[in-house]
């Protein structure tokens, strides 16, 4: 069955740091591969979305990679903030542009 | 510019009653999916609609329905009603039309069922 695996252990890193999250599939071959935030009680914000045959995305402080062959995600937060901290889904869509979404992980930047 | 609405945002019922909540898309969508988020999970999908008519469905039973009006909103039905059905309920409004998979989500209603 399709699996999206993101650590459940929340990471916590000082201001000023790259934050780097991990989104790890199995038996899936997603077209898209989405990023979204989401603060305590509220709904997911859309972020960034990646399609397979695009290595890479950029917006602002956020970088995306798409690895098809490994069959991950990495999304990167430059100069973090502590307004930064929040939950940050990985969600992978078809052809029917549905997305299975991962239970996210935890970030926390310390001032 | 109003953002995907939704109302109840807190709801508590006992086991077996049913439940009905509400979803305002954002200005300019016509399409609306139903999430199902338990505590500490992502979010799962329910259903979609467009064009008043159910699209797609997640793996969830029959007890879980739908209705999409003329104006595009959106309610979920929830009937007979178990203690696993407590989560936060979350409506995405989206443009057929427009980025692939693009959804705005909005705030949620959290269902507590005792």
């Known amino acids: 069955s399709q699996k999206i695996e993101q650590n459940s252990e929340a990471l916590n890193i000082q201001e000023g740091k790259t934050a780097t999250l991990t989104c790890n599939y199995t038996n899936y071959s997603p077209a898209y591969l989405q990023w979204y935030r989401q603060d305590p009680g509220r709904g997911p914000v859309f972020l960034l979305l990646i399609r397979e045959n695009e290595k890479e995305k950029r917006k602002e402080r956020l970088k995306v990679t798409f690895d098809t062959t490994l069959k991950q995600s990495l999304f990167h937060i430059t100069a973090s903030q502590p307004a930064d901290s929040a939950t940050y889904l990985c969600a992978l869509s078809g052809g029917s542009y549905i997305p299975t979404f991962g239970r996210g992980t935890s970030l926390i930047v310390h001032p | ?114």
């Open chain 2, 1 to 114: 510019d109003a953002g995907v609405t939704q109302s109840p945002t807190h709801l508590i019922k006992t086991r077996g009653q049913q439940v009905t909540l509400r979803c305002s898309p954002k200005s300019g969508h016509d399409t609306v999916s139903w999430y199902q988020q338990a505590l500490g999970q992502g979010p799962q999908f329910i259903f979609q609609y467009y064009e008043e008519e159910e699209r797609q469905r997640g793996n969830f039973p029959d007890r879980f329905s739908g209705h999409q009006f003329p104006n595009y909103s959106s309610e979920l039905n929830v009937n007979a009603l178990l203690l696993g059905d407590s989560a936060l309920y979350l409506c995405a409004s989206s443009l057929v039309q427009g980025p692939t998979g693009t959804q705005y989500f909005g705030p949620g209603t959290r269902l507590l069922v005792l």
